[in-house]
């Protein structure tokens, strides 16, 4: 098992910020078929593979923003016979990190000049900063993260562990088939 050294003075940060309370309806936009609740590690960009993360978006314009985004980075436009469905979950009582304020995403490392802008290939190297911040959190056993989209002006809940959502998430919310 490879080992990974962690930045002392970011650990020290994450745990001195404060949780808040989240309490209300995120949406999920996912494949047809498959379960808006299950956690997975993608490497997006608040996982670094190494833990279960589920993606939502405090909007479904956010949910819809990310999707379009993602899907056309793998091909110049998004194909016709993928189907994609909108669920909102209500969310009870997380705990989450609320970096929403980017003086505070820039005092944790965070370069804002390159929010957003990377390409999918080289994602990566934007993404190290955000990721490191989340392996800590979740080190730092908190629930959640509250962050802002790099691909819209709504804020994404990050949520941290799969047993997070079994304890915090209710029935989701079929909304329907979306076009992308």
């Avoid at 970011?10 to 995120?26: C, K, N, R, Y």
């Avoid at 056309?72 to 969310?91: I, K």
Wanted: with cysteine; glycine share 6%; net charge negative.
């Amino acid at each position: 098992m490879r080992r990974t050294l962690r930045d002392i003075k970011l650990i020290d940060q994450i745990e001195a910020l404060p949780t808040e309370s989240f309490t209300g309806d995120v949406f999920r936009l996912v494949r047809d078929g498959r379960d808006p609740t299950t956690c997975w590690h993608p490497e997006g960009r608040w996982d670094d593979g190494a833990f279960d993360v589920l993606y939502t978006a405090t909007t479904s314009e956010g949910a819809l923003a990310e999707v379009r985004y993602h899907l056309t980075q793998q091909q110049p436009f998004a194909p016709d016979f993928l189907n994609y469905r909108m669920f909102r979950l209500p969310v009870a009582s997380i705990e989450v990190v609320n970096l929403l304020d980017t003086g505070l995403l820039q005092n944790l490392g965070v370069d804002l000049n390159q929010w957003g802008k990377s390409d999918y290939v080289s994602r990566s190297e934007e993404y190290l900063r955000t990721q490191e911040i989340a392996a800590v959190a979740t080190f730092h056993e908190r629930q959640g993260l509250l962050v802002p989209s790099a691909r819209s002006p709504d804020s994404n809940l990050v949520i941290l562990t799969q047993e997070c959502v079994d304890a915090h998430c209710g029935d989701p919310e079929d909304l329907g088939l979306t076009a992308i």
